[in-house]
């Protein structure tokens, strides 16, 4: 795209959207003439006005008008959000007439946009002028960005009004029985407690416990049948690795707990050990064994390049149980140091580290053990959650509860009342079911059934994952079932959008789409 002229205005308002790059030549230009350059930054999901007053405030302090918007890809204010496309929101931004120039940011934060723009002034709202209570972090980072190039900050001083608000109000992108289920949230007044159980857990130190795996995803074409062979036919593309597993579980939590620690088992052959030392986060401990005569378990996903779409899986491994002196490595680090934890999370995917005297292992010196018991192509019908004697907290999907009741056919409440919470009578239970959402259960509490809130599905890999690793924590605090479902449900719905385990559900994400959505 080509910028336009500094010193003339574009004649339409689809002129005024351009690239970063582009805006930033037609500035520097300006500002060689002696012109003022004032950038503001947002996503402005919903043009209302107190976004017209911030950025006429904001137009008053400079010559010149860039607004950079956030890209939908980073707009982390939960499901359903943006409710208007990058582009829609971008060319409502260039129809104002005070706007001169309108860019689609390409990160996360205002950074990017702040080194092309290189303002003189800096414009953000009043409810960012108290940077200790930005959750996101990013506002000093964005200072220290303006000020290194010359410019400042300033905070326009009109009543803030909320986007979200709004977009809760009159343009719900729920369906009816999940707008009701919010609203009773929000009717209650419950935002604050489930902020609080979110902080209740920040000092916890954890303990993952299970099965090393890698997760590849290989791109591919479809190349249709083989003419003289019974074969589909496949044209690679490129490909992606991922650490998945216990890794993936550890690096959600780590962001919600001061620290967490992975015991697993890597193969000694294609180990992938050193690959997954680099994708763990800071705060997470690596405890990893090896075992002689296997592989790390290495699932690959072959995927339609175009739609996204699975097609078909290969596993490399060897399914078979530990041999024995890693099996007792594996039962000497847990009665050495389980105990030193708030919570073991177990994610158990049946693919040979945790025998059965493991587990007696774990049972004695958990001091609270939240327990996934995955059933996959591998293990199907024999890696159940009824091998585990005493959980405090058991996460499984509707197939896995139906599996281990033996019941087919009945309600997933049923598979909790008459099921699973006969055979674990102190366990607290969520059973999650996918686009219907999740059933959770204490003791002391009813079941409740909480709605799915994702919207838009890039990839149901590792949502499981994430509901178990978001919720363990919060269920050790005392957190009410039905809070620590909702946020379960959301940490699903914002793993859903993600392809793979590019990146992790994280805590600042968690607490917008909890503010944005109880608006």
Do not use: W
Request: net charge negative; hydrophobic share 40%.
């Amino acid at each position: 795209m080509t910028a336009p002229s500094p010193t003339q205005p574009p004649a339409n308002a689809a002129a005024k959207i351009n690239t970063l790059e582009d805006i930033g030549k037609a500035v520097e230009m300006a500002r060689a003439e002696g012109r003022r350059v004032v950038l503001a930054h947002g996503v402005f999901d919903i043009l209302h006005i107190g976004h017209i007053r911030h950025l006429e405030e904001a137009r008053s302090h400079g010559d010149l008008l860039v607004v950079s918007v956030t890209p939908d890809r980073f707009v982390n204010k939960g499901p359903g959000r943006p409710v208007f496309g990058e582009l829609v929101r971008a060319e409502m931004l260039a129809a104002l007439s005070f706007v001169d120039h309108v860019g689609l940011n390409v990160g996360p934060t205002a950074e990017p946009a702040i080194q092309a723009i290189k303002p003189d002034v800096y414009v953000k709202g009043s409810d960012y002028a108290d940077m200790a209570s930005d959750v996101t972090g990013k506002i000093v980072d964005e200072r220290r960005a303006v000020e290194r190039f010359g410019g400042k900050v300033v905070f326009t001083d009109d009543v803030t009004h909320s986007s979200s608000s709004l977009i809760n109000r009159f343009f719900n992108p729920f369906e009816p029985h999940v707008r009701q289920f919010v609203e009773g949230l929000r009717a209650r007044d419950e935002q604050q407690e489930i902020l609080d159980l979110i902080d209740r857990v920040e000092t916890m130190r954890i303990l993952v416990v299970g099965d090393a795996i890698i997760d590849e995803y290989r791109y591919v074409t479809p190349m249709g049948r083989a003419p003289k062979e019974n074969l589909v036919t496949v044209l690679n593309q490129s490909s992606e690795v991922f650490a998945g597993g216990v890794f993936a579980t550890a690096n959600h939590v780590s962001t919600f707990c001061r620290q967490v620690d992975v015991l697993t088992v890597f193969g000694a052959q294609d180990s992938y050990r050193e690959f997954v030392e680099g994708k763990l986060n800071p705060n997470v401990g690596l405890i990893g064994l090896e075992r002689s005569d296997a592989p790390t378990t290495r699932k690959s996903r072959y995927i339609d390049a175009a739609s996204v779409r699975k097609l078909f899986e290969t596993y490399h491994m060897v399914d078979k149980p530990v041999a024995d002196d890693v099996e007792q490595q594996i039962n000497g680090r847990l009665a050495e140091i389980a105990g030193d934890y708030d919570v073991v999370i177990v994610n158990d995917f049946g693919h040979g580290m945790i025998k059965p005297s493991t587990i007696d292992m774990l049972t004695r010196h958990a001091r609270f053990l939240a327990v996934n018991t995955q059933t996959n192509s591998a293990n199907y019908g024999f890696n159940l959650i009824t091998k585990y004697p005493r959980p405090d907290y058991i996460c499984i999907d509707a197939l896995e509860a139906r599996l281990a009741i033996g019941d087919q056919h009945g309600s997933v409440e049923d598979l909790i009342t008459r099921g699973l919470a006969l055979q674990q009578p102190k366990s607290k239970i969520a059973v999650t079911h996918g686009r219907i959402g999740c059933q959770v259960y204490a003791p002391d509490e009813a079941t409740t059934q909480i709605p799915a809130f994702a919207d838009r599905v890039a990839d149901t890999m590792g949502a499981g994952d994430a509901f178990l690793a978001i919720t363990a924590p919060l269920v050790a605090a005392g957190g009410r079932m039905r809070t620590v479902g909702f946020l379960g449900n959301i940490a699903g719905a914002i793993q859903v959008g993600i392809v793979g385990h590019r990146t992790s559900v994280d805590k600042v994400m968690m607490i917008k789409a909890v503010i944005s959505m109880l608006k």
